[in-house]
């Protein structure tokens, strides 16, 4: 683990449960990725502190994506480095989950089973404390085609957080809510990483969202990192009209 890693801790009120391993760094250095001749990330340096929340807001087709990819080790940089917990990530890592803007169900299998795929023996035991922490108890047996958007989104956060991941990336994963589920599940995603300490990193272009989650904001532009800003706002956070958060949003608007 780098010292730039470990500088930047969470507030005293993210930190995970004793029972839950809590969060793992993650680290980018000098991390370029080309695709034919075409740069799609240049150069990028960042730390990511253990059990922090990351925001990377940037235009569509800025390399928010990729940079999520290289992280979850589903692609490697042509250059540089990604590494998490001090090791060089060359494979998918077994401690870091997904989410996408689609749930992505499997729709022959119930909530239940939606949740525990490509888990290990003992995902059942946890499968049903996940899912009342996602607000879906009693929702085992239901097929994936009765729930609404927003709570497929909630059975596709249960499954990543089956076993405990000490890292989760989300993809612009509330894009396709309507709006006042979006703010539902901003409250509870805010309330399961608090009590859960995972770290974070969030990709979405909703500014709002950005500066309502995290505590810390990236604008990706070109390839590179054109602000980085805290977010020093307390938690559980208010959604509405805090006039600091929104001279935040002004200076990431300003960046994009
Ligand atoms: N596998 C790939 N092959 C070729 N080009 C790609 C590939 N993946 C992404 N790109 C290109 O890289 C750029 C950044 O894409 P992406 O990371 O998905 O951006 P964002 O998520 O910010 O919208 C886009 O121009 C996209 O077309
Ligand atoms: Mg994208």
Known sequence: MSLAATARTPDAGTAAAPAL???????????????????VLRELSLDVAPGSFLAV????????????????????????????????????????????????????????????????PD??????????????????????????????????????????????????????????TRLEMHKLLERIWLSRGFTTILITHDVAEAVALADRVVVLREGRIALDVDVPLA??????????AVALQAEILDAV
């Open 21 to 39: 391993p809590g969060g793992l760094p993650i680290q980018l250095v000098a991390a370029t990725k080309s695709f034919g001749d075409r740069e």
């Open 57 to 120: 807001v940037g235009r569509s087709g800025g390399g928010k994506s990729t940079l999520m990819r290289l992280v979850a080790g589903l692609d490697q940089p042509t250059r540089g480095r990604v590494a998490i917990d001090g090791e060089a990530v060359t494979r998918r890592h077994p401690d870091v989950r997904l989410l996408f803007q689609e749930a992505r169900l499997v729709p022959w299998q119930t909530v239940e089973g939606n949740v525990g795929i490509a888990r290990g």
């Open 123 to 180: 995902w059942r035991a946890s499968a049903g404390r996940v899912l009342a922490d996602v607000g879906l108890a009693g929702r085992e047996g239901d097929w994936p085609s009765v729930l609404s958007g927003g709570q497929r989104q909630r059975v596709a956060l249960a499954r990543a957080l089956v076993g405990a991941p000490r890292i989760l990336l989300l993809d612009e994963p509330f894009g396709a809510l309507d709006a006042l």
């Open 235 to 244: 938690r559980p956070r208010r959604e509405l009209a805090d006039p600091q």
